[in-house]
């Protein structure tokens, strides 16, 4: 999906991309009919059955639906966490196991500008027991921006939101799915801002703008109109600098939403319409086939389980000659230290040495392989980093504490140790997808 498209069309386009089977009912609920009946007519189209309602409570006794869009109707509850509570129950218990929940809410006029987070959040965790005694909730697909509303309007706070009504093994588990895994251990808050204090503006990953332009480089010849995929985009200084610099046009995904949040505020004041962010995870998005001329990924793939499966999808989304850059956080071939074990599954990284990501490469179909290793770079960078926090203590300790100070130069001291007996490394890959013979 590249260019602008009606909101009602924009949800069709979900549904044929992730039901796998033909609808029959729909339930739309929109507070303004005229918006309503147009989701009404689109999904007519399709020759579901639709029901138009007004308000929420409309729905309590609605079961089994394929699917139910909410259009703009949360904004009498979106600051009540029972009544957000209440119609997560509502809208779970009306969806069909599989079924389609898809939440448009326009949040440009929110006080917090990173509300988006806060509810996708809210959705993603939330579970119920249904009459089956089954433990259901709603399964993020993505937080898209609704396209008209960037294109047209230059709103890019403007959210959809598709989930697909799941039944979930119970759990105890302090978090309870990735995406809050992530966003409530090494991407909070003020841990992105600290972060993002040390790496440089609108970069969490080592180096900031400087090094990442060096790296961005390597494609090779970037033109303006051009596509790219930005894997891991993080607070969006990446997809940011393409556009800015080379007129590329991103799509930035991240599975944290308190990353993401950051990057969909500052594209909101900056307003350009070449940059889009979703979050989801690259995992289980459904990207167009030979759609993208380039992906990138800067440090984030250690964090994905199966790079198989990741390369295979990369793979499929590039068109025929595109190409791929990726930098990872790798292991070394030294014999690992316990403290190095230890790090790496707190931060459930699945970490790759370049030899496994040569053969991954070269299994997926991936020709002209250059991979490179990177660590004694980064090195230089984390004792750069490091130093430029010991030499400006007093800013930082102006907006940060003591105890976000100490863990900085904790982690980064440890890294340049883990370096030293070759157990962390700073990996490079960049590959082409073959034209057709
Ligand atoms: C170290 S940060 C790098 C951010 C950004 N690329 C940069 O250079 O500033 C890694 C990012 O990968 C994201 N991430 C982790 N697993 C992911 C997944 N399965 N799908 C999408 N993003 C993911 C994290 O949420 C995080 O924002």
């Keep these: 999906m590249s260019s602008s498209l009606s909101i009602p069309r924009q949800a069709i386009y979900y549904v044929k991309k992730v039901l796998a089977r033909d609808i029959t009912n729909v339930q739309v609920v929109s507070p303004c009919e005229k918006q309503g009946q147009s989701f009404v007519t689109a999904f007519e189209e399709l020759s579901a059955n639709v029901k138009l309602n007004s308000s929420l409570e409309q729905l309590s006794n609605t079961r089994n639906t394929d699917v139910l869009i909410f259009n703009n109707a949360l904004s009498q509850i979106l600051n009540n966490a029972d009544l957000l509570t209440d119609f997560l129950k509502n809208a779970t218990n009306a969806a069909s196991i599989g079924g389609l929940v898809i939440i448009r809410e326009d949040l440009k006029n929110a006080t917090d500008k990173r509300q988006v987070a806060r509810l996708t959040d809210y959705f993603d965790v939330f579970r119920t027991t249904d009459s089956d005694g089954n433990n259901t909730g709603l399964d993020l697909y993505t937080v898209d921006q609704v396209n008209n509303s960037a294109y047209v309007e230059q709103n890019f706070l403007d959210f959809i939101f598709v989930f697909r009504k799941k039944v979930f093994a119970p759990t105890t588990d302090a978090t309870i ?50 596509t790219m995929l930005d894997i891991g985009v993080g607070i969006g200084g990446g997809a940011r600098q393409v556009a800015d610099e080379f007129g590329v046009h991103v799509h930035g995904i991240d599975l944290s939403s308190n990353m993401l949040a950051i990057a969909l505020e500052r594209l909101h004041e900056q307003k350009d319409s070449r940059v889009k962010y979703s979050i989801t995870d690259a995992l289980v998005y459904q990207f167009e086939d030979d759609s993208f001329d380039y992906v990138f990924s800067r440090d ?48 459930a990284y699945f970490l790759k040495n370049l030899k496994e990501i040569n053969e991954i490469a070269q299994k997926t179909g991936f020709v002209n392989v250059q991979t490179e290793n990177m660590t004694p770079r980064f090195k230089e960078i984390l004792l750069e980093e490091r130093s430029h926090l010991e030499q400006n203590e007093p800013e930082f300790l102006s907006k940060f504490t003591q105890r976000e100070r100490d863990s900085l130069i904790s982690g980064w001291t440890d890294k340049l140790g883990y370096i030293e007996k070759d157990n962390h490394n700073w990996n490079f890959f960049l590959a082409q997808k073959p034209f057709p013979k």
Excluded at 207 to 214: R, S
Aim: proline content about 4%; overall charge positive; hydrophobic content about 30%.
């Design 177 to 226: 799915t990735f995406r809050d895994f992530l966003d409530k251990t090494q991407y909070t808050n003020t841990g992105i801002d600290a972060y993002e204090w040390m790496f440089g503006v609108n970069f969490i990953s080592p180096g900031g703008y400087a090094e990442n332009l060096k790296i961005i480089k390597k494609f090779g010849d970037l033109k303006p109109g051009q």
């Design 300 to 347: 984030c793939i250690q964090h994905i389980p199966d790079t198989e499966k990741l390369f295979s999808r990369i793979f499929k989304a590039l068109k025929p000659g595109g190409k791929v850059l990726i930098t990872m956080y790798g292991k070394g071939y030294g014999e690992q230290s316990d403290k190095f074990k230890t790090y790496v599954s707190q931060r």
